[in-house]
């Protein structure tokens, strides 16, 4: 069965652009979180999302938005990019989003800021 | 917010030597979880610990969930060059399903 997918692995932007990352969750969890991994740091919560509801928002700007789908994917939008918008963003998956679940990760999308 | 400290933040061992890192935390976690991440991948699920006092063994890993729930251990017996790699704890605390992670811990082991 194959895990959370990401894409893309790579992306390249400029400042002031917007970025979609996408993310497929585990086939039968329902829960999906976005996490932002900068160089050197350990990974922070940016949101969490339940059969298409925010669950959760970490303390990040306006300019960070999310969605889920009926399918249970979801996309993370990142709007007026910044230089310091630069990381490794993970997209994790679980059951049903539950406080006692284990989290599992996907690979990742790096995304460079210029 | 809840933050956690983690140490040391590398280590440098020689292959079979055992390894032991932690994790404290300025505030009461409801579960610990420990991960492995590698050079251009996502963290990898080691251990997870529900309980206080609660010592799990996954093949040569160990981990304990703290008494005061404020803190969480990690060992590796007879290190292989394959646990090369970056060690993360990450907490949760009680209702919530976010995890707050320790800065890591980065393994490097000497042939």
């Known amino acids: 069965d194959a895990g959370v997918t990401q894409s893309p692995t790579h992306l390249i932007k400029t400042r002031g652009q917007h970025v979609t990352l996408r993310c497929s969750p585990i086939s039968g969890h329902k829960s999906v979180s976005w996490y932002q991994q900068v160089l050197g740091q350990g990974p922070q919560f940016i949101f969490q999302y339940y059969e298409k509801e925010e669950r959760g928002r970490g303390n990040f700007p306006d300019r960070f938005s999310a969605r889920q789908f009926p399918n249970y994917s979801s996309e993370l939008n990142v709007n007026a990019l910044l230089l310091g918008d630069s990381a490794l963003y993970l997209c994790?998956?679980?059951?049903?989003?539950?406080?006692?679940?284990?989290?599992?990760f996907g690979s990742g999308t790096q995304l460079s800021v210029l | 917010g809840q933050q956690l400290n983690q140490s040391p933040q590398s280590m440098f061992i020689q292959e079979g030597e055992d390894v032991s890192m932690n994790c404290t935390s300025s505030?009461?976690?409801?579960?610990w979880l420990w991960y492995k991440q590698d050079p251009g991948e996502g963290p990898v699920l080691l251990i997870a610990?529900?309980?206080?006092?609660e010592l799990t063994s996954n093949g040569r890993l160990t981990a304990q969930f703290g008494i005061t729930r404020k803190d969480s251990f990690l060992n590796i017996s007879a290190s292989i060059p394959s646990d090369v790699g970056i060690y993360f704890c990450?907490?949760?605390?009680?209702?919530?399903?976010?995890?707050?992670f320790g800065q890591g811990t980065r393994l490097t082991i000497n042939p």
């Open positions: 505030s009461i976690f409801n579960t």
């Open positions: 610990l529900y309980k206080a006092g």
């Open positions: 990450a907490g949760r605390v009680q209702g919530a399903q976010k995890l707050v």
């Open positions: 994790a998956s679980s059951l049903v989003g539950g406080a006692g679940e284990k989290l599992f």
